[in-house]
């Protein structure tokens, strides 16, 4: 099972065969989650904590539950976001932090690269739970896993990722994955929501719906992050969702099987109407939430393995 990383920060770091090993490994922890009895003893003894200085719902819940099944001691920690800023006072707390011994470090921040800054001054593996704009790994991969049971595989797929592109980074972990993985992105998102520069990741670029929608085997919709939005980047969102809110009408330019997809939380009305939402013949948004604990069980399981490898190397050498 090649898996090498010794931080999970970003997509961007993986190798297509780390992707599909994550991904085989969180197909036996879907089963394991289906049971009655759902507990394993992989980090037995190890400590686990989470550290949000942005709000979460699923994504903390769902690390917390991953570790708890995994038989970790986890420790969440809420930090307000007022209380926390960059530089100094994030080094400070990874290092009092460390001081602890946490083998396991899930953060997510409002800054992108503040979780790599991170983990270059802790000596446990540090997990991404989302930094700024930049990357949220374990979204994209319970997003492959959802695609990948749903369609049958994670190749040569059309996948439309429409709605506010410029402040994901959902969009951004998902864009690198599903190309690392040869499909074809499409994303749609009128110009003042679409990132420039976007066309490096090979990907095709849509301002209408109907368009960009075309032959789409998965529709992926985006939330308006209006925390991230500093000015009038839509005209208003009744317009917003006339023109790009999914619904029956605009998933008819899809392929006729396509999927609904959507991380969460959802604006219903803005950028997804909420009847589509909750129908279980197109959408998998709650199969995106149970996969959830299955993928991050399986990276956490991964880096601890490497960890303890890692600590066993260090030991040998000091004793030889
Ligand atoms: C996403 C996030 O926080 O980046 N949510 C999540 O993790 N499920 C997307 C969002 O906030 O819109």
């Given at each position: 099972?090649?898996?090498?990383?010794?931080?999970?920060?970003?997509?961007?770091?993986?190798?297509?065969?780390?992707?599909?090993?994550?991904?085989?490994?969180?197909?036996?922890?879907?089963?394991?989650?289906?049971?009655?009895?759902?507990?394993?003893?992989?980090?037995?003894?190890?400590?686990?904590?989470?550290?949000?200085?942005?709000?979460?719902?699923?994504?903390?819940?769902s690390f917390e539950?991953?570790?708890?099944?995994?038989?970790?001691?986890?420790?969440?920690?809420?930090?307000?976001?007022?209380?926390?800023?960059k530089g100094e006072t994030?080094?400070?707390?990874?290092?009092?932090?460390?001081?602890?011994?946490?083998?396991?470090?899930?953060?997510?921040?409002?800054s992108s690269g503040a979780v790599n800054l991170?983990?270059?001054?802790?000596?446990?593996?540090?997990?991404?739970?989302?930094?700024?704009?930049?990357?949220?790994?374990?979204?994209?991969?319970?997003?492959?896993?959802?695609?990948?049971?749903?369609?049958?595989r994670l190749q040569r797929l059309t996948v439309a990722i429409c709605g506010d592109i410029a402040h994901s980074r959902v969009a951004r972990s998902n864009l690198i994955l599903l190309g690392k993985m040869e499909n074809r992105i499409r994303l749609i998102?009128?110009?003042?929501?679409?990132?420039?520069?976007?066309?490096?990741?090979?990907?095709?670029?849509?301002?209408?719906?109907?368009?960009?929608?075309?032959?789409?085997d998965v529709v992926m919709m985006l939330r308006l992050q209006k925390e991230r939005m500093d000015g009038g980047f839509i005209p208003s969102e009744r317009e917003y969702y006339h023109r790009y809110g999914l619904d029956a009408e605009k998933l008819a330019f899809a392929k006729p099987d396509a999927i609904v997809m959507h991380p969460g939380p959802m604006n219903r009305g803005v950028e997804i109407d909420g009847t589509?939402?909750?129908?279980?013949?197109?959408?998998?948004?709650?199969d995106q939430v149970e996969m959830g604990v299955a993928v991050r069980m399986a990276c956490m399981d991964l880096l601890a393995r490497n960890l303890k490898a890692e600590r066993g190397r260090v030991a040998a050498e000091a004793g030889a």
């Open positions: 099972m090649p898996f090498r990383a010794r931080h999970l920060l970003g997509i961007e770091h993986l190798a297509p065969d780390e992707i599909t090993t994550v991904l085989d490994l969180a197909e036996r922890y879907v089963d394991l989650n289906r049971r009655t009895i759902k507990r394993t003893d992989v980090l037995a003894g190890m400590t686990q904590i989470n550290m949000f200085f942005e709000n979460s719902t699923r994504t903390q819940a539950l991953a570790g708890k099944r995994l038989g970790a001691d986890v420790m969440t920690m809420s930090v307000a976001q007022s209380s926390v800023k994030l080094i400070d707390t990874a290092m009092t932090l460390n001081a602890m011994q946490p083998d396991l470090l899930v953060v997510r921040h409002s991170l983990a270059s001054k802790v000596n446990c593996a540090v997990l991404n739970a989302g930094d700024g704009r930049h990357e949220h790994p374990t979204q994209a991969l319970l997003d492959a896993l959802t695609i990948r049971r749903a369609k049958g998102a009128p110009s003042t929501l679409m990132p420039s520069g976007v066309k490096e990741f090979g990907c095709e670029v849509f301002d209408d719906m109907a368009e960009g929608l075309k032959d789409a589509l939402a909750d129908d279980i013949n197109r959408s998998v948004i709650q």
